[in-house]
């Protein structure tokens, strides 16, 4: 099938995901130079995503290596990563060569998204034959494109999981009235202080491995295992539950309670928390991660870290140490401390002593690439605003004996180029619903303060 489209990919969809080149089937795609000196210009930088400007560059090298003169700007055959599927071509366009003329978007050094927007306008008029659609991430460039009359412009999507951030799985659900009266046949047995419960597939359709099941009356149970006809139930007790206490701090609400079962669980290796501001999700982290490295002693530190805003992507302006740096942009988890201990009788020195008995360190993600963490819980803050690469190659430091716990709100997403359906965290939550060592919470209120409650209701 012949090529009907020619795909004018933005920097930003590179970043993204580097291997996109390979996702456009048999359709054709161009590149245009500008691109390739953005790439450049943040392979070499301190920040997060100068590696996927490298692995971006790497892909394209790999296309046009063996290309001969006068065939990039004309297409190179893009080799199929299965050696199946037949799929189109890659051009890198000169688009530096572009003059200003009328109906143009003025050029500059610095107006690298106009030069982009120009190559799409210049190739739309002189390939009459192909749709020319321009692939960008950034919103404000689509609306410049479609304004400087661009035809087709589009948001990358192949990495979208859902059509709806609604239907992301919230990890707990409930059932109306009372569970057990609609179970005929049930098979109990008792492993230890578990116990666990093997009722009718039927009963639960479309349940995920460890989602948390609760009714309008006592039941509260986790998914542990899921046959053709059979699903396994751990059987929790409610009251156990809501009456748990780590680090002098207690769930508010049955969620709550099953983001601290969740974290507090030897057999989970990943949690994810996400919710609302104010729902508690640092909090309930915090004090599991504690009670678990400094009273149970399961593991030999706690390491934080969070993805910094754009202007702070490169720490080094920060005098100091790592931490030190950090610190800034970490002011939630010492917030967090410091409610913790607002009763004690100095509150300063028992924050110091669970920071320092409790090993915190706080980390940034520019230097947590080709490290192997273990024996530690890894706190990932703010995991929203990480892109599915990003967050891929946190999750892979995990090493022997480590719990990764991903904290975000997919309705404070600070990213230029990512949306609550396009996120890093939405991603995990997905890919990870039916991995039998995770768990998702999607918490439910806010229990900050009356205030943060109405503004996060009515804002």
């Known amino acids: 099938m012949a090529a009907s489209r020619l795909y004018v990919l933005d920097t930003n969809v590179l970043l993204h995901d580097p291997q996109c080149l390979y996702n456009f089937e048999e359709q054709d795609i161009c590149i245009p130079m500008t691109v390739l000196e953005e ?168 349940v995920h491995v460890n989602e948390y099941l609760y009714d309008d009356e006592d039941f509260a149970a986790r998914v542990v295992k899921i046959d053709a006809d059979y699903i396994t139930l751990l059987d929790l007790n409610r009251e156990k539950l809501m009456s748990h206490s780590c680090w002098g701090i207690s769930p508010l609400n049955l969620p709550q309670a099953f983001a601290m079962h969740s974290i507090l669980d030897p057999t989970l290796d990943f949690c994810i928390i996400n919710g609302a501001a104010g729902s508690g999700k640092t909090l309930m982290a915090l004090a599991c991660s504690l009670e678990m490295v400094i009273e149970q002693k399961r593991f030999n530190k706690i390491v934080v870290t969070r993805s910094t805003p754009p202007v702070a992507e490169d720490i080094g302006f920060l005098p100091g140490t790592e ?16 409610a913790m201990h607002e009763g004690d009788d100095q509150p300063q020195s028992s924050v110091r002593y669970a920071i320092e008995k409790g090993n915190i360190q706080f980390k940034s993600l520019n230097f947590i690439r080709g490290r192997s963490i273990q024996d530690a819980i890894v706190l990932i803050d703010e995991a929203q605003n990480l892109t599915p690469s990003q967050l891929k190659t946190i999750l892979t430091r995990c090493g022997k004996g480590s719990k990764m716990i991903a904290l975000g709100n997919l309705a404070q997403i600070d990213s230029n180029y990512l949306t609550a359906l396009t996120s890093g965290l939405t991603y995990v939550v997905e890919r990870f619903k039916n991995f039998e060592g995770s768990a998702n919470i999607h918490l439910t209120g806010v229990v900050r303060s009356r205030l943060a409650e109405y503004a996060e209701q009515n804002l």
């Not at 490298?54 to 893009?78: E, L, N, Y």
């Not at 979208?160 to 799985?169: M, N």
């Not at 610190?327 to 988890?333: F, G, K, N, Y």
Request: neutral net charge; contains cysteine.
């Open 39 to 206: 790439l450049d210009d943040i392979k070499d930088r301190q920040k997060l995503v100068s590696r996927e400007a490298r692995i971006a560059i790497h892909a394209i090298d790999d296309i046009v290596r063996d290309a001969k003169v006068g065939q990039i700007t004309k297409g190179i055959p893009i080799p199929s990563m299965s050696g199946k599927k037949k799929l189109g071509r890659l051009m890198i366009f000169p688009d530096h060569e572009l003059a200003d003329r009328k109906g143009y978007l003025p050029n500059g050094s610095q107006i690298h998204d106009n030069s982009i927007i120009n190559c799409a306008l210049h190739l739309q008029s002189t390939l009459s034959m192909l749709e020319v659609v321009l692939v960008t991430k950034d919103i404000n460039m689509r609306l410049k494109a479609l304004g400087a009359g661009l035809n087709r412009v589009e948001d990358y999507r192949k990495d979208q999981l859902l059509t709806d951030v609604s239907l992301l799985p919230e990890g707990h659900r409930r059932l109306e009235g009372d569970f057990w009266k609609n179970v005929e046949k049930v098979q109990t047995q008792r492993d230890g202080q578990n116990v666990y419960h093997k009722v009718s597939a039927d009963l639960l359709p479309e």
């Open 323 to 338: 931490e030190e740096k950090m610190t800034p942009w970490l002011s939630a988890i010492h917030d967090n401390l410091e």
